[in-house]
């Protein structure tokens, strides 16, 4: 595997240097598209409807249509844009585990520790895994700000992005609302056909067929003589191993940490309470 981004864990004032990989991987047989009469490979250009030029990528800028409006955005407005260059996975908060909605998850990918002494990452772990808790994180990836989970597995620390909340739709279908009447019998029945399809999940004992036999199909031309002779090579670029560096003092960050937010919660108590007998002494002046 080769890591697709580096930084650290921001984690109150404790920062733990990792490394991140992408955590899973598609197993589709790679293909791409020919012309039935030769088998020349089809190859697609970009191409301008006003000049009627083929463009370079170089060359592309991006635009957004609302129907009456037309904006087009250059390299250097993105560029301009907060938040593209962030070496850190900033912890926002932590939440219980069943908080997290399935249907928000998207893109998972493993951390590595890269300090020579991992001891904050391992506490880390540990911590997540004995208060039950996933953290919510911000991290930058390909220049865009995401919100994630930070979530443990097995031993390793891992993150998955999220959906943002309005990318969620709320629908409401005619059908969940009817009013039918479900029977005790029906309900009883319902049950012991669940029970019947009842076990353990693994993963492993499921496999995807129509891949399986697209590999049969392309091996089998392969031993009737059906092939071209083609050759790509795609050369592996040496990885940084780098290293992030070490935590001094492991549990002196971890104390002003814990200090710094109960003074923060305090302080923010402190307010609400002022702002409370503020709110009853004009009131009692109004009276």
């Not at 893109?107 to 520790?113: D, K, N």
């Not at 002494?117 to 865009?144: F, G, S």
């Not at 993963?203 to 392969?222: N, R, V, W």
């Amino acid at each position: 595997m080769r890591a697709i981004w580096k930084g650290s864990i921001a984690f109150g004032l404790v920062n733990v240097p990792v490394k991140l990989y992408s955590a899973t991987e598609n197993h589709d047989v790679d293909m791409h598209q020919v012309h039935d009469k030769d088998g020349g490979r089809i190859r697609y250009q970009r191409h301008c409807e006003v000049c009627d030029e083929i463009v370079e990528y170089s060359e592309i800028d991006k635009a957004y249509e609302d129907g009456e409006h037309r904006v087009i955005l250059t390299k250097d407005d993105f560029e301009a844009l907060p938040a593209e260059d962030n070496d850190d996975i900033d912890v926002l908060q932590f939440v219980p585990n069943d908080q997290i909605d399935p249907i928000m998850l998207e893109r998972s990918y493993f951390l590595e520790p890269t300090s020579k002494t991992p001891k904050a990452y391992l506490l880390l772990h540990q911590t997540l895994e004995k208060a039950d808790k996933t953290a919510i994180v911000k991290v930058t990836l390909r220049t865009r700000t995401r919100l994630a989970i930070l979530r443990t597995r097995g031993k390793l620390l891992m993150i998955q992005t999220l959906r943002w909340a309005d990318e969620i739709r709320e629908v409401d279908f005619k059908g969940v609302n009817s009013r039918a009447k479900i029977s005790d019998k029906e309900l009883e029945m319902s049950a012991q056909l669940v029970e019947t399809y009842s076990e353990d999940f693994t993963p492993a004992e499921f496999t995807d067929d129509y891949q399986e036999e697209l590999k049969k199909l392309i091996d089998a031309k392969i031993e009737s003589g059906e092939t071209l002779d083609l050759e790509e090579t795609f050369p592996d670029e040496d990885e940084d191993d780098d290293t992030g560096g070490d935590v001094v003092d492991l549990m002196e960050a971890l104390r002003q940490s814990v200090d710094r937010s109960r003074s923060s919660k305090k302080s923010g108590s402190k307010k609400s309470g002022s702002n409370k007998s503020s709110k009853k002494s004009t009131k009692k002046k109004a009276s």
